[in-house]
């Protein structure tokens, strides 16, 4: 298994450098009993059961949703499938038209709620970043889910188990993470993830609260932890993670309380934070995260 996981995390650094939006062609990587992964931007659960499969995000467009169902015909033991979002932006959401028709398509409320909100302003988003993602994103075609829950629901996918899950606003207002079991994999969305500066886009991120899933997270003490982008590591991410956040959280703070305006305390931040975690690659969102903490502390 360590073997396996150094393989997964060279690869994904390689991808989280490039960031290329099309998912690798027959490039499954075996995780666990059940869990298989494909790396790239982002990364795809597959959690393969006697009875049925479940896949975990979508790619960017039908071209990956394309590929991820081709891998997915490959595994499967049943023609059931479930399909699951970890959160609604375009990567991540935004492919399931390439999908059967009798795939059953599953999210909390909350993330449900948020991709009618704002999925036409994140596809206008992504497709002016790259001519790529525009060509990517051009008939994109969103349907209504066929299972919603609040907070927590169980998928028996036959000897295998999903908790799919939802705390609250992080990354967004609708970030969900599965636990999978007897596997021990945590598949985290963006909310675990290694050496990735956590990214708060905007005023729907929550440091609190995201640092408060991360307690919530660390009792089930997973043996893989499967992020959404980066590579995948073991359950010590959990605390990594949340170090990194308290850092953030106790200096913005500190010089809110000092009278600093809040575009000087992102700069210092930054430039402490590089010093204090040489190793990670970019430091460009931590301005983002001290505009959530000052806001947060009014």
């Known amino acids: 298994m360590r073997f396996v996981l150094a393989v997964i995390c060279t690869c994904a650094v390689a991808v989280a450098q490039g960031t290329m939006p099309l998912l690798p062609e027959n490039s499954v990587t075996r995780v666990s009993e059940h869990v298989y992964a494909i790396i790239g931007f982002p990364n795809i659960g597959i959690v393969v059961g006697n009875r049925a499969t479940l896949v975990v995000d979508t790619g960017m467009g039908a071209r990956n949703g394309a590929t991820i169902v081709r891998e997915v015909e490959k595994l499967s033991k049943n023609p059931k499938l479930y399909l699951t979002t970890t ?27 948020e991709l009618d909100k704002r999925a036409a302003e994140y596809i206008t988003r992504f497709t002016g970043m790259s001519a790529q993602n525009k060509e990517l994103l051009q008939d994109v075609n969103l349907r209504t889910p066929d299972l919603v829950f609040e907070h927590e629901t169980k998928l028996d996918l036959g000897g295998v188990t999903a908790r799919l899950f939802w705390m609250g ?25 290694d050496k990735l500066v956590p990214n708060m ?85 931590v301005a983002n995260v001290v505009r959530r903490v000052y806001a947060e502390s009014r």
């Open 87 to 113: 959160h609604f932006h375009p990567e991540h959401a935004m492919g399931e038209q390439a999908f059967p028709a009798n795939t059953i398509l599953i999210r909390p409320v909350a993330q449900q709620e």
């Open 169 to 193: 606003p992080a990354h967004t207002l609708g970030d969900e993470m599965l636990f999978v079991e007897p596997d021990s994999v945590l598949i985290s969305g963006d909310i675990v993830q």
């Open 201 to 285: 886009p905007n005023e729907d991120a929550s440091p609190k609260n995201w640092i408060a899933i991360l307690d919530k997270l660390e009792p089930l003490k997973p043996r893989i932890v499967f992020p959404d982008h980066g590579a995948l590591g073991d359950g010590s991410l959990i605390a990594k993670e949340r170090a990194f956040l308290m850092d953030v959280q106790t200096r913005a703070l500190e010089l809110r309380n000092t009278g600093t305006s809040v575009e000087d305390a992102g700069k210092r931040l930054t430039a402490e934070l590089k010093a204090k975690y040489p190793d990670w690659p970019n430091m460009g969102p």
